[in-house]
């Protein structure tokens, strides 16, 4: 994130430069948010980190979207991972019930990776 962080301060425009600092600092104040929750939240971070790596893995294996390359492919995969860190990060979950809901996210998430990725067909012989 430090990288980011400096590349997004040599940004030329400042209102541009102002907006991205904007994101890149909030997105840091909920993964600190996250990181500080304890260790289900933590656990389910790691989780989110696993499935995402699993998911890139199989980008060899599918039929990506038209007009789609794989760094986009993997850039989809981190927003959606993305979007249950954020969920989590609000506080919408409690720590009691965030089992339960990486369960149900598990379950999700690869529905949606099977529906955006279909896998390639076998060839014929």
Known sequence: MGK???AVSREADPELRQALMQSVHGELSQLQTLRQKG??????????????????????KVRLPRGMDTQSARALIRSKMDEVRTDLGRGNVSPEKVRGYMESAERRLDMWFSHT?????????
Not at 39 to 60: F, I, K, M, R, S
Not at 117 to 125: C, E, L, S, T
Request: no cysteine; proline share 12%; net charge negative.
């Open 4 to 6: 980011l962080t400096a």
């Open 39 to 60: 260790p289900e939240y933590q656990g389910a971070g790691d989780d989110l980190d696993g499935w995402e790596d699993t998911y890139a893995g199989q980008l060899g």
């Open 117 to 125: 990725f279909p896998p390639r067909p076998v060839a014929k012989r």
